[in-house]
């Protein structure tokens, strides 16, 4: 039943996807996200109101809604600072997102810690991210709507390269997908880690794709975005396949750490190549894009989960490092990127 409810997350977010990119064409990022940011810690401030299975459904698809507007409309700003500075920095900015990830989870421990209940919790947060978009808001780039466009259809299937950077994202966040919700269990039952170290191959991941975004910049300066995903796409699979022929803690932990630095400049990079193409607007051309790329984030663990119950997780794992290679392959048919 829980598995059920929680489904209403991502299907909230996949119904709203065709939309956002319209919405952020038509009033422009600045606007939506101004609007979106409070919002989206309203929602996640009621998910502690839900006293019924389908009250938490329903916050969680109203989450999920407001979540993708805002995460659409923050990606769109993020291509367009980067046409404004213009040099790379995609890639650090969701290397902010990963910290941040990394700081819900540590105040989240501490709150438990304190005894405060979600409600007040969640609600601590809202009032803290009120203030930072009240002191920041101002300082976004001015979005534009795009009045010279054809009015854009509501689902229209992205074609060519973006179907290509779409694929490319849905290989990347697969990837990311099976990592979060199978690395533990691969430490227990493959590796046979001890207990206190069956959380090492997922913390190393994690610490390694938030350090990979914070240098990834500097590498997509040197050696362009084409070959730094090309060369992602070998590390992740080097390191997958570390992972799987080496199911020892120091090798596979080392595997896991490759397949991190892999994933790290992936799918901020090809947001942002997306927000630059000359043929849809920015913003619905990263809601194509991020589509495509989500229904990865949504399939890899249910995709790892089923080849490991006709073989064996270990091998299923195998799987993770043929999508870094069609990574690299994928990204070699792509003619301009820089």
């Not at 998910?47 to 938490?56: K, S, Y």
Request: charged fraction near 10%; charge should be positive; proline fraction near 5%.
């Amino acid at each position: 039943a829980l598995g059920s409810i929680l489904l209403a997350l991502p299907l909230g977010q996949l119904v709203t996807m065709p939309i956002s990119g319209r919405l952020v064409t038509k009033y422009g990022s600045k606007k939506i996200l101004t609007i979106t940011a409070p919002l989206y810690v309203v929602a996640l401030s009621n998910l502690g109101l839900a006293t019924a299975p389908w009250h938490l459904a329903v916050f969680l698809f109203l989450f999920g809604v407001i979540g993708n507007m805002c995460n659409i409309a923050v990606n769109t700003q993020g291509s367009e600072a980067e046409k404004l500075f213009g040099r790379p920095i995609m890639t650090s900015f969701h290397g902010a997102w990963s910290i941040a990830g990394f700081t819900g989870a540590l105040v989240g421990l501490l709150m438990v810690n304190l005894h405060i209940v979600p409600y007040h919790h969640f609600w601590i947060i809202t009032v803290l991210i009120w203030l930072n978009i009240f002191l920041n808001y101002k300082h976004l780039v001015p979005g534009k709507g795009a009045k010279s466009e054809r009015k854009p259809k509501l689902f229209t299937m992205p074609e060519g390269s973006l179907l290509q950077l779409g694929i490319i994202g849905f290989c990347s966040m697969a990837t990311e997908g099976a990592m979060f919700d199978w690395s533990g269990v691969y430490f227990k039952e493959i590796v046979k880690a001890p207990t206190s170290l069956v959380i090492l191959g997922y913390a190393s991941f994690m610490i390694m794709m938030a350090t990979g975004r914070f240098v990834g910049d500097k590498i997509i300066e040197k050696l362009g975005r084409k070959r730094t995903i090309q060369i992602s796409g070998l590390i992740i699979s080097s390191g997958m396949f570390l992972s799987v022929f080496l199911p020892y803690i120091i090798p596979a932990t080392i595997g896991f750490m490759l397949v991190g630095v892999g994933v790290s400049s992936i799918v901020p990079t090809v947001y942002s190549v997306a927000g630059k193409n000359g043929k849809v607007s920015p913003g619905i051309a990263i809601a194509m894009v991020s589509s495509v790329s989500y229904l990865g984030f949504l399939m890899g663990p249910p995709l790892i989960g089923y080849i490991s119950a006709l073989s064996s997780l270990q091998y299923s794992y195998a799987v993770i490092g043929v999508f870094g290679l069609l990574v690299s392959f994928i990204v070699g048919k792509i003619r301009a990127m820089d």
